[in-house]
C-alpha cells in the first residue's frame, strides 16, 4: 500500500481556487519527480501537473496559467492550487511519482466537484 494522502477537495463554485495537498511515504516522494492526476467522471487517469524534486514545475498547456504546483521536501508534501475553476476541472485528485506512477498504489484521492 502506498499511503498517498490527498486532501483540501470540496464542492466549490465556478471562480473560486482550491489549494489541494498530498503527503507521500519517503520512498515515493524523495528525489523523485511527482505530479497530480486527475480522474474525471467516465475518463481514465491523466496527469495535470508535475515538479522536480528541485522545483521545477510542468503543466498541460490548457491549464497552466490556473494550476500552481509547488512541494515541501522537508514534509515530503506537494500541493495544487487551482484558481479559477471550471465545471470541467470536476474529477478526483490523486498524487504520485510523474511522469509514470509509482508500482506501490494510489491513495484515496480527493473530489474536486466544480458547480457552474
Known amino acids: 500500500q502506498a499511503q498517498l494522502v490527498e486532501s483540501g477537495g470540496g464542492l466549490v463554485r465556478a471562480g473560486e481556487s482550491l489549494k489541494l495537498s498530498c503527503v507521500a511515504p519517503?520512498?515515493?516522494?524523495?528525489?523523485?519527480?511527482m505530479g497530480w492526476y486527475r480522474q474525471a467522471p467516465g475518463s481514465q487517469r491523466t496527469l495535470i501537473a508535475s515538479?522536480?524534486?528541485?522545483?521545477?514545475?510542468t503543466y498541460k498547456d490548457s491549464d497552466k496559467d490556473r494550476f500552481i504546483i509547488s512541494r515541501d521536501n522537508s514534509k515530503y508534501a506537494i500541493y495544487l492550487e487551482i484558481h479559477r475553476l471550471k465545471p470541467e476541472d470536476t474529477g478526483v485528485y490523486y498524487c504520485?511519482?510523474?511522469?509514470?506512477?509509482?508500482?506501490w498504489g494510489w491513495g484515496q484521492g480527493t473530489q474536486v466537484t466544480v458547480s457552474s
Open positions: 519517503a520512498k515515493i516522494f524523495r528525489f523523485n519527480t
Open positions: 504520485n511519482q510523474a511522469p509514470t506512477p509509482s508500482p
Open positions: 515538479i522536480t524534486w528541485h522545483g521545477a514545475p
